[in-house]
């Protein structure tokens, strides 16, 4: 028979006294185990005589609940302590200042993107955006570009292969009768005036910034580029609401009230009558600023981007009746008003992934353009 309250005092005593968790599943593993001491002695009431199972049973019974309960104990304890390390070793001092030491940037890009966002929002214009792959439908057709325009010669649009996408038959809503749909990359931001005018009831006021693609490459040219459009549809709109509303987005655009433009007559499928929008600038140390008057003592004129009266058939390919609503749209090149704005002049630079020049152009990822803060702080 053995001591079984001294071997008790030992085996708790070791417990207690253990230092990890890993020390204490190896007691465990010596006591509790298959090969344990406590589970042989459990296994010894088998040889017993009845009488001396009643009394043996209970004890070892007991001996084997305190060891069970102890380690449960100490176990805990341990989880405890080792958890109560962690949280002081994670500690965050959440008074130091969240810019001790920004790493990366935001690309100039994303930048006048977000400048681009807040002065129109303040206009009461809202963000819209869609496919990058779109169909010709929505590219070309919707927009009053016939088949033969130049805009749709494979030398400028990426189209898909036709086997390649069975997403190019489309029923057409109302009319019970399919159409074979091109898909492509969208070559401009115009497509999003289709989708906008075909899901929201107006009166509409939206600008679409993003990625569009053409087959061309130079130094002012990269096959994808971006764009933003700007849609308006309303009642009574005319060509003042586009004046003005392009007047106060260039001033609070390139934060300065001497910007002057000039409509020039042009001609896009989509706007009628259409107008391109040259604004004043003047040379100076090899770079465009703009403002002034295009016609004054060292300025000239350059053209920024096109605009019109939304062509009455765009309206009217979008389920609206055009002798109800009118509005205007405007299309602008994202990467060259970055460019007129911060001084590059490579814009193949834009797309290269080069961490200085990133350093050297790139916006603090913690600074948010606001019209009362500063657009381009
Ligand atoms: N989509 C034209 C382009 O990419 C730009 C454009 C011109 C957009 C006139 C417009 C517009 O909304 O009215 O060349």
């Known amino acids: 028979m053995s001591d079984y309250p001294a071997m008790q005092a030992r085996l708790l005593a070791d417990i207690d006294s253990a230092a990890d968790l890993d020390a204490l599943e190896a ?63 994670e500690r965050l001092d ?109 009166p509409i006021r939206i600008i679409a910034p993003g990625r569009v693609y053409r087959s061309d490459s130079d130094a002012t040219h990269t096959p994808m580029f971006h764009q933003i459009e700007g849609l308006v549809i309303d009642r009574g709109i005319h060509m003042g609401h586009l004046k003005w509303t392009l007047e106060t987005f260039l001033k609070a655009y390139f934060e300065r009230d001497d910007i002057v433009l000039r409509l020039r007559p042009s001609y896009f499928p989509f706007t009628e009558p259409s107008a391109e929008v040259d604004v004043g600038y003047a040379q100076e140390k090899g770079r465009r600023i703009v403002g002034g008057h295009g016609d004054d003592e060292g300025h000239a004129w350059m ?39 911060y001084g590059m002049d490579d814009l193949r630079a834009f797309f290269d992934g080069d961490l200085r020049w990133l350093a050297h152009y790139g916006f603090g990822a913690l600074s948010q353009p606001t019209l009362s803060g500063g657009i381009s702080a």
């Open 303 to 341: 053209e920024l981007l096109g605009s019109g009266m939304v062509h009455p058939r765009v309206i009217a390919n979008c389920g609206l009746d055009p002798a109800e609503w009118q509005g205007f749209a405007f299309g602008v090149g994202v990467d060259r008003l970055a460019m007129l704005k």
């Open 94 to 202: 959440m008074t130091l200042p969240a810019d001790a030491a920004p790493r990366g940037s935001v690309h100039p890009v994303s930048q006048v993107m977000d400048e681009l966002a807040e002065i129109f929002a303040d206009m009461g214009f809202a963000v819209a955006t869609g496919p990058e792959i779109e169909d010709d439908w929505h590219n070309f057709t919707a927009l009053n570009i016939p088949e033969t325009h130049p805009a749709r010669a494979m030398h400028d649009t990426f189209y898909f292969p036709s086997q390649m996408n069975d997403a190019d038959t489309r029923s057409i809503p109302g009319e019970g009768r399919t159409e074979r749909r091109a898909m492509l990359l969208r070559t401009h931001t115009s497509p999003v005036q289709i989708r906008t005018m075909m899901s929201e009831a107006p």
């Open 27 to 89: 007691l465990r593993v010596a006591a509790l185990g298959k090969a344990g001491g406590v589970s042989a002695l459990l296994k010894t009431l088998g040889g017993m005589s009845p009488e001396e199972r009643q009394v043996e049973g209970p004890r070892i019974h007991a001996l084997r609940e305190a060891v069970t309960g102890a380690i449960a104990g100490r176990k805990a304890a341990l989880e405890a302590a080792a958890l109560e390390a962690k949280l002081a070793a």
